[in-house]
């Protein structure tokens, strides 16, 4: 009995401290910038066509800055939503306006990226901000 009673102790200090040292070690949160207004979007890929044949793909990288904490949190929310409407967008654009021999617009990538967060937020408010358009060409 006495043994068991030991063992059952010795197990429990064992546990107990690693325990308490899970919660004081949280994992480094990489942010990108030190604006409490931006939200981050993971970078939207898009296949280039030329000839009815896949050619390369279109990558975009974008942020969104949304100064109103209240909209900031329904863009938030509704990020799922947003990047399913990028990804539709990109998608159109990538197939019937990227050119292999050109740079593509990005200007006009911005201008629809920004109607298309307009819309599905319902307002204006939300800023998108252009980090990155590259493409790769297979062909």
């Known amino acids: 009995m006495r043994l068991k009673f030991g063992f059952t102790l010795i197990c429990l200090l064992a546990i ?6 899970a919660e004081e070690k949280k994992a480094a949160v990489h942010k990108v910038t030190q604006s409490a207004s931006y939200l981050m979007v993971d970078p939207i890929y898009a296949t280039i066509v030329r000839s009815d044949r896949p050619i ?3 990558m975009v990288g974008i942020g969104i800055d949304v100064p109103d904490e209240a909209l900031r949190n329904e863009a938030d929310r509704a990020m799922p939503v947003l990047r399913d409407g990028y990804v539709r967008n990109l998608m159109a654009f990538a197939a019937t306006a990227v050119r292999p021999a050109q740079q593509p617009d990005v200007g006009l990538i911005a201008e629809r990226l920004q109607r298309v967060t307009d819309r599905i937020l319902h307002r204006k408010g939300a800023r998108v901000l252009l980090a990155q358009v590259a493409m790769r060409l297979t062909h």
């Open 16 to 21: 107990v401290p690693s325990a308490f040292g």
């Open 56 to 58: 390369g793909l279109l």
